[in-house]
């Protein structure tokens, strides 16, 4: 007798034993980066260590395509990431700190080698017309800074004689005094 009811299949062996599976893959499995099918259907994908399939998948029967890759380590993977692009900025801002510290000293640096060179010029300078004082034996610095300038004028008039004489047609005539032969 039949009471009108359409019975259910039972299920095979295997389906039993794949559905089995699909239970204790998602009681101690983890969540990894979903597969195809899983992220298809937004639904979380969770696989255990020595399978390779997850447990949508192993219930299904069919392949997966999960990676296994844990969804935590994406985060641990991202967050080291940033945490190392930090570092990298922290780096190159060190460095432009250090660059623009290292031109500064530069500039320190050759203004104080330039102050030097025109130290040691006028050294050199005082020192020459101390000796010339000296030589012409001369009292002070007056006497000597009026015999170099009547030197100079003296020179300038002769200059402009001869140049005077070569403009009016005098050919060779040649100052020896410039030339320190006269």
């Known amino acids: 007798m039949s009471s009108g009811r359409v019975e259910k299949r039972k ?3 295997s389906s039993e034993k ?7 893959i998602e009681d101690h499995g983890r969540e990894v980066m979903p597969c195809s099918w899983c992220f298809d259907h937004s ?8 399978t390779k399939r997850c447990a949508e998948c192993t219930r299904r029967g069919r392949s997966c395509d999960g990676t296994g890759v844990p969804v ?19 780096g190159e801002e060190t ?3 250090i660059f623009e510290r290292q031109r500064a000293l530069q500039k320190e640096f050759d203004e104080a080698s330039a102050r030097l060179s025109r130290i040691r010029k ?4 005082a020192h020459e017309r101390l000796q010339k004082m000296v030589a012409r034996g001369l009292q002070n610095l007056d006497e000597l ?10 020179a300038a008039q002769e200059s402009s004689a001869v140049l005077e004489v070569q403009a009016n047609g005098g050919f060779d005539v040649i100052d020896w005094s410039t030339v320190g032969l006269g």
């Open 122 to 125: 006028q050294k050199r300078n």
């Open 43 to 50: 639904l979380p994908c969770q696989m255990m260590e020595g």
């Open 95 to 97: 460095i432009e700190s």
């Open 72 to 90: 935590g380590s994406l985060s641990r993977v991202s967050a080291e990431w940033k945490r190392l692009k930090r570092q990298e900025e922290v």
């Open 145 to 154: 800074e009026e015999m170099e300038r009547k030197e100079s004028e003296a």
């Open 18 to 24: 794949r559905k089995t599976l699909a239970r204790v």
């Open 11 to 13: 299920l095979s062996d």
